[in-house]
C-alpha cells in the first residue's frame, strides 16, 4: 500500500507571495493532519481534516489555511509569506480520528527569502 | 506546562547497550500514545504504539505506559548505530496529537 504523498518537496517562496501544498493520504485514511516543524518549535499543529471538515486546528494565523476534497486528499495554503513561514510541513494521515495511528508523508520544505 | 515533555538530551550510549527514552503528558484523558523516530533530514516514522498500562515489545523496542503517573517510554535494547536519530513522543488525547520535542540519541559504535 502506498504511503502518503505530499507535493512539492521543496519549494523557494519569497515573502509576500502564497503557496499551495498538496498532500495525498494512505488509502482508506480519511483523516489528514498537517504539522509546521521548525528547529527551534518542534512539531506544531496547524489543522486537522475529516470528511472534509475541519475538525481542530491549532494555533496559527489566518493566513495558514486547507481543505480537503471527497477523496481524502488535503492541500494547505499560506498565504502573504513571512520569512518565519520557512519550515518542513508534514502531512500525516489516519483511518479515522482519535486513538489512530497517524503516518507522516515525506514532507514540503518551504524556504521565504 | 506543555501537554507533552521529554528530555532534549543528547542522550549517549554504546553500541550494544540499552537506551531509555522518558515522555511525560499533562492531559489525564489522554488515550493513546505513540513513539516516532525521525532521521535528519526526514519525516517522523511510527516505531511504537501503546494503548493500555504495561508494557509492549516490538523486537528491540519496549514501550512502557505508566497512565496514573502520566508517563511513557520507549526501551531500545541492544542500540545499534541506525538507531541515532530523534524520538518524539506523541500523545492523543482523543481531540488532537500532541507531540514532544524530542530526544537526540546517539549510538557510539
Known amino acids: 500500500k502506498a504511503g502518503v504523498t505530499q507535493t512539492p518537496r521543496y519549494l523557494i517562496k519569497t515573502r509576500g507571495q502564497q503557496v499551495t501544498l498538496s498532500c495525498s493520504p494512505i488509502s482508506g485514511h480519511r483523516s489528514v493532519s498537517w504539522y509546521q516543524q521548525t528547529p527551534g518549535q518542534g512539531l506544531q499543529f496547524l489543522f486537522e481534516?475529516?470528511?472534509?471538515?475541519?475538525?481542530n486546528k491549532g494555533n496559527f494565523p489566518g493566513r495558514f489555511s486547507g481543505r480537503q476534497f471527497s477523496n481524502s486528499r488535503s492541500e494547505m495554503n499560506v498565504s502573504t509569506l513571512e520569512l518565519g513561514d520557512s519550515a518542513l510541513y508534514l502531512c500525516?494521515?489516519?483511518?479515522?480520528?482519535?486513538?489512530?495511528?497517524?503516518?507522516f508523508g515525506p514532507g514540503t520544505r518551504l524556504t521565504v527569502t | 506546562q506543555k501537554e507533552v515533555e521529554q528530555n532534549s538530551g543528547p542522550l549517549s550510549v554504546p553500541e550494544g547497550a540499552i537506551a531509555s527514552l522518558n515522555c511525560t503528558y499533562s492531559?489525564?484523558?489522554?488515550?493513546?500514545f505513540f513513539w516516532y523516530r525521525q532521521y535528519s533530514g526526514k519525516s517522523p516514522e511510527l516505531i511504537m504504539s501503546?494503548?493500555?498500562?504495561g508494557d509492549k515489545e516490538d523486537g528491540r523496542f519496549t514501550a512502557q505506559l505508566n497512565k496514573a503517573s502520566q508517563y511513557v517510554s520507549l526501551l531500545i535494547r541492544d542500540s545499534q548505530p541506525s538507531d541515532s536519530a530523534t524520538y518524539l513522543c506523541?500523545?492523543?488525547?482523543?481531540?488532537?496529537?500532541?507531540f514532544g520535542t524530542g530526544t537526540s540519541l546517539t549510538v557510539i559504535p
Open positions: 481534516y475529516f470528511s472534509e471538515t475541519q475538525r
Open positions: 500525516a494521515s489516519s483511518l479515522a480520528r482519535g486513538t489512530y495511528e497517524q503516518y
Open positions: 492531559d489525564r484523558v489522554s488515550q493513546s
Open positions: 501503546i494503548y493500555s498500562n
Open positions: 506523541a500523545v492523543d488525547t482523543g481531540n488532537q496529537f500532541y
